[in-house]
């Protein structure tokens, strides 16, 4: 009963909520999370198209990391039968889709907002507000709510039934890579933006689906094919055929991992145009690091038998299965001329495949047995979808029906994609290279594309432990054991001998559980792996890092965490200490380990010199093409020109310091070649020694300095 008691609860608070007067929001209007490894943004209309005019964008996972978007584009639509409209008129079928076309024609937004637990951290690198770009994520502050946000979409629609989509998002560390998504459907009559009640009429067989395709993933794209972006090379698995026989049952950390929930999720699968194996998207041309190790889908967790009967119905979704991403019914102007569409929309969103484009066949075996090639299944070049539809209901004015749902991404950490990618990319050059290749779960083979694919695999179970945890979060009514909050302010300092760190108390370090902070550290770029560096107990507030090194960049977050006393019964996760969001905390500026500035025009260093390409990796870490000017006056113009004498780039030193970076990159972002370079240095300020007030250079002075490119 408490999870039926939850669900009731939720539907009671969403009403109480709900605006007392209702206001039109535009249809581009979003609300994007961004506090777990999964992030991603949300529409207004109630629906969401990933396309920003320059890529496909959203679902990104790992979120640390650039390119990892998964999203194209979820196709929704609605229907009912036996429909009588405001005028009189008679329905067969009345059905839409869910776009930013039919805003303000077939259906109404009147709410998005975020809400948050807490106010989101300040992160501030040399002054610098880092967080301020993402001020207007959230809306309001709710302290009393479970999930870290709680993004709420209301929209009426011209059938006079009203969808509110809440979606629920975590930062607890076992729990971040999925959302959770509660859709009630109520009957109130509404047919605009306004509060006034047009209908009064039972919705009959209603029916409500989804066409979803992800591009698994947009680096992927890089390895696998362009069209991968928009996931032409996607199939789908199923999983949950059997879920009417294991319902009662209850996932445990014994067994963590189970294929009776229901779900779809998609894969990279293979391109015609690719001479290799393309499973994983290895990067053939570089390390052979795996590019494409997402698996993302839908996990199907509550819906509700009817109005009367909120427990849970196993024989839904009514279809669960795949369907051709460019093939359904256009509906166009939605009118009484378009009955016939709308029949067929009708048609599809009971589980009829439109033009027979579809199907519940798991592509697992189509993969291995048959056809490689995901599209040629359909010949439709946009793809497969994830499939999924909900009812018939009947609906009488004022009732609801609720189901909920989980969507997830996840995969080969980056860590693995590395040693599994390179080391298949070495035998792939090598054809006298038999391995032998060890196996997930012990084993061996001589086929680096066997090793390579078993080990891809992998991110199957991966997405069915994430969307088991989901369920187990819904089971316990979403009551998991939490982490403490992050401190409210981080601040990180380059300084002249050490990067400070410092940070305000969190908001947790009065709980009796509360154990510390921890700083994690990356070198040469934001993207990488983070290690940990300094562990502290409640009290303390700073950390100076002396182990920085002069040149490099660096990259950290912060975290609190407790001694895993809230977290022992392994009910809804592992047990054990838990740890605030890193994304709270994440730096995306460097700092960096600053000297003073050169005493002398005389001291100018430049490092490395020569350059030499071929020791990029025992130069700066991460940053390949970088080259540091040190030593130099604390205000200066560096002019830096080729032998001959062209000027290819100005940079003008401002902070104070005596070193400063280059990226290698002329003024017009072309990379320069080998050749001998020369760098002019010229004081814009007289400057005095900080100490004994001793002039040290005139505005005026200048130096000129020659180093080597080799590439």
Same mark, same amino acid.
């Given at each position: 009963?408490?999870?039926?008691?939850?669900?009731?609860?939720?539907?009671?608070?969403?009403? %109480?909520?709900?605006?007392?007067?209702?206001?039109?929001?535009?249809?581009?209007?979003? @609300?994007?999370?961004?506090?777990?490894? =999964?992030? /991603?943004?949300?529409? $207004?209309?109630?629906?969401?198209?990933? +396309?920003?005019?320059?890529?496909?964008?959203?679902?990104?996972?790992?979120?640390?990391?650039?390119?990892?978007?998964?999203?194209?584009?979820? @196709?929704?639509?609605?229907?009912?039968?036996?429909?009588?409209?405001?005028?009189?008129?008679?329905?067969?079928?009345?059905?839409?889709?869910?776009?930013?076309?039919?805003?303000?024609?077939?259906?109404?937004?009147?709410?998005?907002?975020?809400?948050?637990?807490?106010?989101?951290?300040?992160?501030?690198?040399?002054?610098? !507000?880092?967080?301020?770009?993402?001020?207007?994520?959230?809306?309001?502050?709710?302290?009393?709510?479970?999930?870290?946000?709680?993004?709420?979409?209301?929209? &009426?629609?011209?059938?006079?039934?009203?969808?509110?989509?809440?979606?629920?998002?975590?930062?607890?560390?076992?729990?971040?890579?999925?959302?959770?998504?509660?859709?009630?459907?109520?009957?109130?009559?509404?047919?605009?933006?306004?509060?006034?009640?047009?209908? !009064? !009429?039972?919705?009959?067989?209603?029916?409500?689906?989804?066409?979803? @395709?992800?591009? %698994?993933?947009?680096?992927?794209?890089?390895?696998?094919?362009?069209?991968?972006?928009?996931?032409?090379?996607?199939?789908?698995?199923?999983?949950?055929?059997?879920?009417?026989?294991?319902?009662?049952?209850?996932?445990?950390?014994?067994?963590?991992?189970?294929? +009776?929930?229901?779900?779809?999720?998609?894969?990279?699968?293979? /391109?015609?145009?690719?001479?290799?194996?393309?499973?994983?998207?290895?990067?053939?041309?570089?390390?052979?690091?795996?590019?494409?190790?997402? *698996?993302?889908?839908?996990?199907?967790? *509550? %819906?509700?038998?009817?109005?009367?009967?909120?427990?849970?119905?196993?024989?839904?979704?009514?279809?669960?299965?795949?369907? $051709?991403?460019?093939?359904?019914? /256009?509906?166009?102007?939605?009118?009484?001329? $378009?009955?016939?569409?709308?029949?067929?929309?009708?048609?599809?969103?009971?589980?009829?495949?439109?033009?027979?484009?579809?199907?519940?066949?798991?592509?697992?075996?189509?993969?291995?047995?048959?056809?490689?090639?995901?599209?040629?299944? *359909? &010949?439709?070049?946009?793809?497969?979808?994830?499939?999924?539809?909900?009812?018939?209901?009947?609906?009488?004015?004022?009732?609801? %029906?609720?189901?909920?749902?989980?969507?997830?991404?996840?995969?080969?950490?980056?860590?693995?994609?590395?040693?599994?990618?390179?080391?298949?990319?070495?035998? *792939?050059?090598?054809?006298?290279?038999?391995?032998?290749?060890?196996?997930?779960?012990?084993?061996?083979?001589?086929?680096?594309d066997e090793y390579k694919n078993a080990w891809f695999y992998t991110g199957r179970d991966s997405i069915l432990q994430v969307f088991g945890r989901a369920k187990r979060n819904v089971d316990a009514d979403y009551q998991i054991p939490q982490p403490p909050q992050p401190p409210t302010v981080f601040e990180?300092?380059s300084g002249g001998d050490r990067i400070n760190l410092s940070w305000s108390p969190s908001p947790s370090e009065d709980g009796p559980d509360f154990a510390g902070y921890k700083v994690f550290r990356a070198i040469g770029r934001k993207d990488t792996t983070y290690d940990e560096i300094y562990a502290c107990?409640?009290?303390?507030?700073?950390?100076?890092? =002396?182990?920085?090194?002069?040149?490099?960049?660096?990259?950290?977050? =912060?975290?609190?965490?407790?001694?895993?006393?809230?977290?022992?019964?392994?009910?809804?996760?592992?047990?054990?200490?838990?740890?605030?969001?890193?994304?709270?905390?994440?730096?995306?500026?460097?700092?960096?380990?600053?000297?003073?500035?050169?005493?002398?025009?005389?001291?100018?260093?430049?490092?490395?010199?020569?350059?030499?390409?071929?020791?990029?990796?025992?130069?700066?870490?991460?940053?390949?093409?970088?080259?540091?000017?040190l030593n130099i006056p604390a205000y200066c113009t560096i002019r830096i020109y080729t032998e001959r004498g062209d000027l290819i780039q100005t940079i003008e030193h401002t902070d104070g310091s005596g070193d400063e970076a280059w990226n290698s990159v002329t003024s017009s972002r072309q990379v320069i070649?080998?050749?001998?370079?020369?760098?002019?240095?010229?004081?814009?300020?007289?400057?005095?020694?900080?100490?004994?007030?001793?002039?040290?250079?005139?505005?005026?002075?200048?130096?000129?300095?020659?180093?080597?490119?080799?590439?």
């Amino acid at each position: 009963m408490k999870r039926i008691t939850g669900y009731l609860l939720i539907i009671l608070i969403l009403f %109480v909520h709900m605006p007392e007067s209702a206001a039109q929001v535009e249809s581009s209007d979003t @609300r994007y999370v961004r506090i777990g490894y =999964l992030q /991603s943004h949300f529409t $207004a209309y109630g629906s969401e198209r990933a +396309w920003n005019n320059s890529y496909y964008e959203g679902l990104r996972w790992p979120a640390d990391y650039p390119y990892t978007d998964n999203a194209v584009i979820k @196709r929704a639509w609605v229907a009912c039968k036996n429909f009588k409209d405001a005028s009189g008129n008679h329905w067969d079928y009345l059905g839409f889709p869910f776009t930013a076309g039919q805003v303000g024609e077939t259906v109404f937004p009147v709410e998005l907002k975020q809400t948050a637990r807490f106010e989101p951290p300040v992160v501030l690198v040399d002054g610098t !507000n880092i967080t301020a770009p993402y001020a207007g994520d959230v809306d309001e502050i709710d302290p009393d709510q479970i999930p870290d946000r709680i993004v709420t979409n209301i929209v &009426n629609t011209s059938m006079g039934l009203t969808i509110n989509r809440t979606i629920y998002a975590f930062s607890q560390q076992y729990h971040d890579s999925y959302f959770i998504k509660i859709f009630t459907l109520t009957n109130t009559g509404n047919i605009d933006y306004d509060d006034d009640i047009e209908l !009064n !009429n039972t919705l009959e067989g209603i029916r409500i689906g989804w066409g979803i @395709r992800y591009s %698994v993933s947009r680096e992927g794209s890089f390895a696998i094919g362009s069209h991968q972006s928009w996931g032409k090379y996607s199939w789908v698995s199923i999983r949950g055929e059997d879920y009417p026989q294991h319902a009662d049952e209850k996932i445990t950390e014994d067994n963590p991992i189970v294929d +009776w929930i229901r779900c779809c999720f998609q894969w990279a699968g293979q /391109s015609e145009f690719n001479t290799f194996d393309n499973i994983g998207g290895p990067d053939v041309t570089g390390t052979g690091r795996l590019r494409a190790p997402q *698996h993302a889908g839908i996990a199907i967790l *509550h %819906v509700d038998k009817s109005a009367d009967d909120n427990s849970d119905d196993p024989q839904q979704p009514s279809t669960l299965g795949w369907h $051709a991403g460019d093939t359904y019914p /256009s509906i166009g102007v939605v009118s009484l001329s $378009a009955m016939g569409a709308m029949s067929r929309l009708y048609d599809m969103v009971s589980g009829i495949p439109y033009q027979g484009a579809g199907g519940t066949d798991d592509f697992w075996e189509s993969y291995h047995e048959s056809n490689p090639v995901p599209y040629t299944v *359909h &010949n439709d070049g946009g793809g497969t979808n994830v499939w999924i539809n909900y009812g018939p209901w009947d609906l009488e004015p004022g009732e609801s %029906v609720t189901f909920v749902e989980a969507e997830a991404v996840n995969g080969l950490d980056r860590e693995m994609c590395e040693q599994i990618g390179v080391r298949w990319k070495q035998a *792939h050059d090598d054809d006298n290279d038999k391995g032998p290749f060890e196996l997930p779960g012990g084993g061996t083979t001589t086929e680096e594309d066997e090793y390579k694919n078993a080990w891809f695999y992998t991110g199957r179970d991966s997405i069915l432990q994430v969307f088991g945890r989901a369920k187990r979060n819904v089971d316990a009514d979403y009551q998991i054991p939490q982490p403490p909050q992050p401190p409210t302010v981080f601040e990180v300092n380059s300084g002249g001998d050490r990067i400070n760190l410092s940070w305000s108390p969190s908001p947790s370090e009065d709980g009796p559980d509360f154990a510390g902070y921890k700083v994690f550290r990356a070198i040469g770029r934001k993207d990488t792996t983070y290690d940990e560096i300094y562990a502290c107990g409640p009290g303390v507030t700073s950390f100076d890092d =002396l182990t920085a090194v002069r040149g490099f960049s660096y990259y950290y977050y =912060l975290v609190a965490f407790n001694d895993g006393s809230n977290n022992t019964s392994g009910d809804t996760n592992p047990t054990g200490p838990l740890y605030s969001g890193r994304f709270y905390t994440q730096t995306t500026e460097p700092a960096y380990l600053r000297r003073r500035a050169g005493t002398s025009l005389d001291a100018i260093r430049v490092v490395p010199n020569p350059y030499n390409i071929k020791a990029k990796d025992l130069q700066y870490t991460g940053e390949p093409d970088k080259i540091m000017f040190l030593n130099i006056p604390a205000y200066c113009t560096i002019r830096i020109y080729t032998e001959r004498g062209d000027l290819i780039q100005t940079i003008e030193h401002t902070d104070g310091s005596g070193d400063e970076a280059w990226n290698s990159v002329t003024s017009s972002r072309q990379v320069i070649v080998s050749g001998v370079y020369i760098a002019h240095f010229e004081v814009t300020e007289d400057f005095n020694d900080p100490d004994s007030g001793e002039l040290l250079y005139r505005k005026g002075d200048t130096a000129f300095r020659k180093f080597i490119i080799i590439r």
